[in-house]
């Protein structure tokens, strides 16, 4: 912990040298609770965890029912936003191409570091997020954004603009295909349009997040992760999994469902199958990195109290690809990765560089 915190130390000291450009969603989100009943002094008593509400619902089966909730918050969302913000407050420039409002930019990201340029092409999804202490439901509406298709995003941000973002990153994040019916198109869109015109001055690092991809065709699946092969050529590539997701892949790539393995188990088995550099995992109790020469796991940091967990994970992948962008070691790169999650989870916003130095030393404690 002491060496990492002297390296993010020395980072303070340093013009920021990072630049990102990520894609391509983005929402407008409605963190939510639900009302269990009223105490006797007028308070709300919320059901705290998932199993609870699923058991009151269970119960009432053949029955009417009103289920009372509150709105705790509405700020923006979506993987590519809260990645982004999260990247920015570390101290990236950051190109941010997705749905945040067309033509004009929705209020909801008005709220974004002024590190990040928006790049919009669509109006945004909105998601309503029910939120409990041992996970979220994410209700989401994403009509404009999956009928918006790759020649709209080209014309509406720009061809020249597309080359500039990306030729000059050196993180690329894909973020967020499972969700997005016109995500596969995006992805090979750039393949063909845009890469093929960059001039990259280093190799950028590429990460893929697939998000929620079981509403999706094993087949669909499979072009996917094709096209990530195909991104390959261009540099470093990171794909980020939360165990459902590496549970799908392990299932279609390696012909079971593996669940008594680890997640390390998974990943060495995985990463054969895929022809990444870098694979990442995560559930709530722990990450597992692998790549073909190294491994590691570290277990999350546990918070009690949770203020805010809609984007943890976005947090999460932000931390990782910081500290591996630094070349900080496997260990060094999880540790970031839990920090920046749990300090967003304690506080409901992403932490600056500052934010993640103080708040090391007390994750060990």
């Known amino acids: 912990m002491e060496r990492l915190i002297n390296v993010l130390r020395d980072q303070t000291e340093k013009k920021p040298s990072i630049t990102a450009t990520l894609g391509f969603d983005g929402f407008v989100d409605s963190i939510i609770r639900l009302i269990h009943h009223h105490a006797p002094d007028g308070s709300n008593v919320y059901f705290d965890s ?25 700020k923006l969302g979506g993987n590519m936003p809260i990645m ?3 990247l920015a407050n570390l101290g990236l420039s950051v190109n941010c ?23 919009s092409f669509s109006s945004p999804g909105h998601t309503q997020a029910l939120e409990f202490k041992d996970g979220k439901i994410m209700l989401g509406n994403v009509d404009e954004l999956n009928e918006t298709d790759w020649p709209t995003l080209k014309a509406r941000v720009g061809v020249d603009a597309l080359r500039v973002a990306y030729e000059n990153a050196t993180l690329i994040g894909m973020l967020n295909w499972g969700e997005l019916t016109k995500s596969t198109l995006f992805w090979q869109g750039l393949l063909n349009d845009v890469f093929p015109k960059c001039n990259f001055k280093t190799k950028p690092t590429l990460f893929f997040d697939s998000s929620d991809c079981s509403k999706r065709t094993h087949d669909e699946i499979k072009l996917m992760l094709s096209l990530v092969g195909q991104f390959t050529a261009f540099g470093k590539t990171i794909m980020g999994v939360n165990q459902n997701e590496a549970h799908l892949l392990h299932q279609l790539l390696c012909g079971n469902t593996a669940p008594q393995k680890s997640l390390l188990e998974i990943g060495s088995e995985l990463i054969e199958k895929l022809g990444i550099t870098v694979l990442l995992l995560h559930n709530r109790n722990e990450a597992a990195v692998v790549t073909r020469e190294q491994q ?18 976005d947090n999460f992948n932000a931390g990782f690809c910081y500290a591996y962008l630094l070349n900080l070691d496997l260990v060094d790169c999880l540790s970031t990765a839990h920090a920046v999650s749990n300090y967003y989870i304690r506080h409901g916003s992403s932490p600056t560089l500052k934010n993640l ?3 090391l030393p007390l994750l060990i404690k």
Not at 51 to 60: D, L, M, Q
Not at 97 to 119: E, V
Request: hydrophobic share 40%; net charge neutral.
């Open 97 to 119: 191409i997705g749905a945040m409002g067309y033509p004009q930019i929705h209020s909801a990201f008005d709220s974004m570091s002024k590190a990040c340029q928006l790049l």
């Open 296 to 313: 590691a796991r570290h277990a999350s940091y546990f918070v009690e109290h949770p203020k805010l967990l809609t984007g943890a994970g």
């Open 357 to 359: 130095i103080d708040s």
């Open 84 to 86: 982004a913000n999260a």
């Open 50 to 74: 998932m199993k609870s509400w699923g058991e009151y619902i269970t119960e009432k089966v053949g029955k009417n029912f009103t289920i009372e909730l509150t709105n705790q918050i509405t």
